[in-house]
């Protein structure tokens, strides 16, 4: 038995759940005791409550929104732009060699995945008036990092010495597993815009 709630796009399919499932939805709240589902709760902007200022960053001209992927819907969003004091902060979820229509771009190609990475970033950044300049933090995970490290490394110089970067980002490389078997790669960044130029941009 699906039980939905109100809003579109929301179910939970009873029968497959565990009886530990059940226990910990209960216990988060969103089933009753006699497990039907509950109405969410309020968010704090609806209680009247402050909150960080955001908004999702997209660039579906060259890379879909993750909950528009045909296999399944994705639940995240392609990044995240915050407000903090002066500074717009940009969260850049992992970001891989996908295309506009959220298929796997150079399947075992790892060089190639690396610049279709680097265009998606590159795009998503510039949605928001930054640039790789702006960027100071890197998150790399590699599928096989003793394999493929060296190549990964040099694309990764090559496209830094040609923006010029001064200092370069702060960076650490992670082996994982990644969400598909032939994505090779993915990188997530933060970059930090002062608002002077934010404003100067948008006057």
């Known amino acids: 038995m699906a039980v939905n709630t109100t809003e579109p796009g929301i179910a939970l399919d009873l029968k497959r759940l565990s009886e530990d499932e059940l226990e910990e939805l209960k216990a988060l709240g969103m089933l009753s005791v006699d497990g039907t589902l509950l109405p969410r709760p309020p968010s704090p902007m609806e209680l009247g409550l402050p909150i960080i200022s955001r908004r999702a960053i997209s660039a579906p001209r060259v890379l879909n ?32 060699s996908v295309d506009e229509e959220g298929r796997s771009a150079h399947s075992g190609d790892l060089r190639a995945q690396c610049w279709r990475t680097y265009h998606n970033l590159t795009r998503l950044l510039e949605a928001e008036g930054a640039s790789w300049h702006d960027v100071v933090r890197c998150t790399c ?14 694309v990764r110089t090559a496209f830094f ?8 980002p702060a960076s650490t490389g992670i082996q994982a597993r ?24 948008s006057g």
């Open 65 to 96: 929104e993750a909950y528009d992927y045909t296999h399944y819907p994705v639940s995240f969003s392609r990044g995240l732009r915050i407000e903090l004091n002066g500074v717009t902060q940009l969260l850049i979820s992992g970001t891989a």
């Open 141 to 154: 995970y590699l599928r096989d990092i003793e394999r493929d490290y060296k190549d990964f490394n040099a």
């Open 161 to 168: 010495r040609w923006l010029g970067l001064d200092p370069l």
């Open 178 to 201: 990644l969400c598909r078997e032939d994505l090779l790669v993915e990188i997530e960044l933060i970059a930090l815009i002062p608002s002077e130029r934010q404003r100067e941009r």
